[in-house]
């Protein structure tokens, strides 16, 4: 039962919206309240597209809960303008489909919050735009997402205790943190497999530094996710990883649970006979609409290293990455996205520099360095591709086949060939003009978009968009609901 309060009736505005013109959603924004009408503390909308105004809204927390629906005729709330409120009072964000943050939101005093996705419909979730987020002032707050109550930490100190106290519960970071503070950790501050959820929120945890001399140990945020571990919402800004003979990432090094809508940034770099990722070491898992822009470096006999991902057995899907990767003397296969792959990458693309040292005993691909398994489809690479023995502009070294509507920019990668060794059916080369002037064939135009002030003119993710346009960035997105 949701906890009510009666309210006055709001006046609202009838807005008619010629068919198409809008998909079906409630938006909190500035616009005054348009074809939504609000009841005892129950906002409901009487038209496929409604308005309910922030101040609106904000009038109405300010004296009890408030519970925002779709109904039968919305699908998703859009939260377009920022607000805050300091009573104790809940919101509950109810929506049929998905709930998406492009403004930031503030509960204040001991006020509390739910979310509550694929009410009635299926495909739905909830995300944070770039500079969106959800923060708590008191830790003691209430929150709840699609019916998991979440204990609410402010550093990776509390997130730790609270993990180690109550490893399978679920967990949201209340505000963005600066790591600085702690030094550098010598393990994994989560060191334990990881059975239950985090939600970041949007919030970011910035300049995390990671230094450790210990041997075959996974190395990461969290050390190890299991399968029923879920991360999702956090960003990772300018962290700093070192490690040697372990499966190293920024976020995990070894993930075999979920993770999405994740963003991390900075530099690894991992030692003799590592698996290294930007975003995680190894994946048994699920990485879904996550991105990674580090500097990816190999200085001594890593095995593999990957924009992303260091070693797929898992699948990664509508992700990208930007940084650069690189090996110094001899790793076994560097790729922009992924250095091996016995697994499925599906919708990703990469952008970074791929390189190894000059006549180096190892497999450089734009997307991928080694293929031993797998598929990978609706794929495309950009980076300049240089050293190792065996180069290609997608696929450094391919051994099993199974590419479909797979793509390398010949101009930036610098080289003619999609594979460096293998069966490269299934993989086109295109010129920096063909790949800029419409989506290559097979890509679905309800997952990719193109745009000349978006991505430089590259296909992007609608579900993924680059933070290089934001403006264009959100209204992209905003399509995948439309």
């Not at 409630?26 to 906002?43: D, L």
């Not at 204040?108 to 735009?129: I, K, P, Q, S, V």
């Not at 390398?408 to 010129?431: A, H, I, M, P």
Request: glycine residues 16%.
């Amino acid at each position: 039962m949701r906890a009510r309060f009666a309210l006055t009736v709001l006046s609202v505005g009838m807005l008619i919206c010629p068919a198409g013109a809008a998909h079906a959603a409630v938006k909190i924004s500035t616009q005054p309240t348009q074809n939504m009408s609000c009841s005892a503390g129950v906002c409901t909308p009487t038209a496929k597209l409604a308005f309910l105004n922030v101040t609106d809204l904000t009038n109405m927390l300010a004296t009890g809960d408030v519970t925002v629906l779709t109904g039968s005729g919305g699908l998703d709330i859009h939260v377009e303008a920022p607000f805050s409120w300091t009573s104790t009072s809940r919101l509950t964000l109810d929506a049929q489909r998905s709930i998406e943050f492009k403004q930031p939101v503030t509960v204040a005093g001991t006020g509390a919050l739910t979310l509550t996705t694929n009410e009635g419909g299926t495909g739905g979730d909830y995300w944070f735009d770039e500079g969106a987020s959800v923060t708590f002032w008191d830790t003691n707050s209430s929150l709840i997402i699609n019916g998991g109550a979440f204990t609410l930490v402010n550093s990776i100190h509390e997130l730790a205790a609270a993990i180690g106290a109550h490893k399978f519960g679920h967990f949201a970071l209340a505000n963005s943190y600066d790591a600085s503070t702690d030094g550098t950790y010598k393990s994994s501050p989560i060191r334990n497999k990881f059975p239950g959820s985090f939600e970041g929120l949007g919030n970011t945890i910035s300049l995390l530094s990671i230094g450790t001399g210990k041997k075959g140990r996974a190395v990461g945020l969290f050390r190890w996710t299991d399968s029923a571990g879920e991360i999702s919402g956090i960003v990772l800004s300018e962290a700093h990883v070192e490690a040697r003979r372990a499966e190293v990432g920024l976020l995990v090094g070894h993930n075999m649970g979920s993770i999405k809508h994740v963003s991390v940034g900075g530099k690894i770099s991992g030692r003799i006979d590592s698996s290294i990722g930007g975003l995680a070491g190894d994946n048994d898992g699920l990485v879904l609409d996550s991105t990674a822009n580090v500097q990816v470096h190999c200085p001594t006999d890593c095995a593999y290293a990957g924009g992303l991902v260091g070693f797929n057995n898992g699948t990664i899907q509508r992700s990208f990455a930007t940084g650069g990767v690189g090996g110094d003397s001899s790793p076994s296969a560097v790729g922009g996205v992924v250095g091996a792959n016995f697994g499925s990458i599906a919708d990703s693309y990469s952008q970074g520099a791929v390189s190894a040292a000059p006549n180096d005993n190892a497999a450089v691909g734009g997307l991928v360095g080694l293929c031993g398994a797998g598929a990978i489809s609706h794929t495309y690479a950009l980076g300049p591709i240089t050293g190792g023995n065996l180069r290609g502009g997608l696929i450094g070294e391919d051994s099993a086949g199974g590419f479909s509507s797979s793509y390398w920019d010949l101009d930036t990668s610098g080289v003619s060939n999609g594979c460096g060794t293998g069966n490269c059916v299934g993989v086109t080369g295109l010129t920096d003009a063909q790949l800029k002037s419409a989506l290559p064939e097979g890509f679905d135009p309800q997952v990719w978009g193109q745009n000349p002030n978006i991505n430089r003119g590259y296909p992007y993710l609608l579900a993924n968009p680059p933070p290089d346009n934001a403006p264009a960035k959100r209204a992209a997105k905003a399509r995948r609901s439309g």
